[in-house]
């Protein structure tokens, strides 16, 4: 059974960092893209950074400060949130599809249940 599971979430106070974590298991394409989309309240979701099992990044939120690193061995991804601002408050999911990145939410083959990020004083 395929499974998504997300952790790292909570609050933070605004400048500070996040380390979130994906792991995927039970996937049995041997090509497969993990995204993180975010989904702020009253706003539509949209997509954060992938990373695709060879190793490729993309990163849309256009932010220097969010990056994202991979365990190949453990299907993981880690995307670390950096110098956090209360826009950045929203809940933060995990999603995989098949080969390549592509943003589209309505392309993703499975999700995780998300992780609250809040970002407040």
């Known amino acids: 059974q395929f499974e998504v599971a997300e952790s790292g979430g909570g609050l933070v106070q605004p400048g500070g960092s996040l380390r979130l974590s994906c792991q995927a298991s039970g996937f049995i394409s041997d090509y497969y893209a993990i995204s993180w989309f975010r989904q702020a309240p009253g706003k539509e979701r949209e997509g954060v950074s992938c990373?695709?099992?060879?190793?490729?990044v993309t990163n849309w939120s256009g932010e220097d400060r969010f990056t994202v690193s991979r365990d190949s061995a453990k299907n993981t991804v880690y995307p670390e949130m950096n110098s956090l601002k209360p826009e950045d408050t929203a809940v933060y999911y995990c999603?995989?599809?098949?080969?390549?990145?592509?943003?589209?939410?309505?392309?993703?083959?499975?999700w995780g249940q998300g992780t609250q990020v809040t970002v407040s004083s």
């Open positions: 999603a995989v599809q098949s080969f390549y990145c592509t943003g589209q939410t309505y392309e993703q083959d499975y």
């Open positions: 990373v695709e099992i060879r190793g490729d």
